[in-house]
């Protein structure tokens, strides 16, 4: 079973349009880290966001914000106002605390294709 | 900072043959790993060390070796090359600590794009 879902492989949106990536993590684990990157046409993996287990405050930097729900185990990423250089493949990761190694386990990614 | 920094970034191999992927990071983190990411599958875990000396398997270890040289450099080395192991390989960093952290986030390389004919 994946540890981390994203059930959305891929979403296509108009410019300006607001879009919700969805990530739903499973773990036993009391202490666990979420991030999400993101991986623009050009390859490689930018960190956008890390939240540990015991902060559930929601946040939101200029068009991007994250909504983390304990109760649902999900780690949700909206981009507002999505413009054309939001496109990419967006991965939500889970790093678990258990055997001590926190071992970063990614979704298997969602496209998002902003058109003009 | 350099970050994380691999090598080569393409290569092309034909079956059977071996090659390295090297990779250093100048961040001093205890923790690196090896990814591979294939279309739909996301990033999966080939290998990883905890710690300098320490190397275990990940999810999908089969037609590969690791060395983990020092606390800077890890490397991943291909022996007998398959066509299923056409991918683009991804090394990554983090200060991941035993027990309740603090952790940071992984920290990844540029990518090699390797094709096997």
């Known amino acids: 079973a994946q540890k981390v879902t994203q059930a959305q492989t891929e979403i296509s949106v108009v410019e300006k349009e607001d879009v919700t990536l969805d990530c739903v993590y499973e773990t036993r684990d009391t202490t666990y880290y979420l991030f999400w990157y993101k991986q623009p046409p050009s390859g490689e993996l930018v960190f956008l966001i890390r939240r540990n287990s015991f902060d559930e405050q929601n946040e939101i930097s200029g068009r991007y914000s994250w909504n983390f729900q304990k109760s649902t185990s999900s780690f949700n990423f909206t981009i507002t106002a999505s413009q054309v250089v939001d496109s990419a493949v967006y991965f939500c990761?889970?790093?678990?605390?258990?055997?001590?190694?926190?071992?970063?386990?990614f979704g298997r990614g969602t496209s998002l294709i902003v058109h003009p | 900072n350099a970050g994380v920094t691999q090598t080569p970034k393409f290569q092309v191999l034909k079956t059977g043959q071996s090659m390295t992927l090297q990779c250093a990071q100048d961040?001093?983190?205890?923790?690196m790993y090896w990814y591979r990411q294939d279309p739909g599958m996301g990033l999966r875990l080939i290998y990883y060390?905890?710690?300098?000396?320490?190397?275990d398997k990940g999810e999908v270890p089969n037609g590969y070796n690791v060395s983990r040289l020092n606390k800077r450099e890890f490397s991943l080395r291909l022996e007998s090359a398959a066509p299923s192991q056409t991918s683009v390989y991804f090394c990554?960093?983090?200060?991941?600590?035993?027990?309740?952290?603090?952790?940071?986030?992984?920290?990844f390389g540029q990518g090699t794009r390797l094709t096997v004919v």
């Open positions: 990761a889970l790093s678990e605390g258990s055997g001590g190694s926190y071992i970063p386990t």
């Open positions: 060390s905890a710690s300098e000396g320490t190397t």
């Open positions: 961040m001093n983190h205890n923790s």
């Open positions: 990554a960093s983090s200060e991941a600590k035993y027990g309740r952290g603090p952790n940071t986030e992984a920290f």
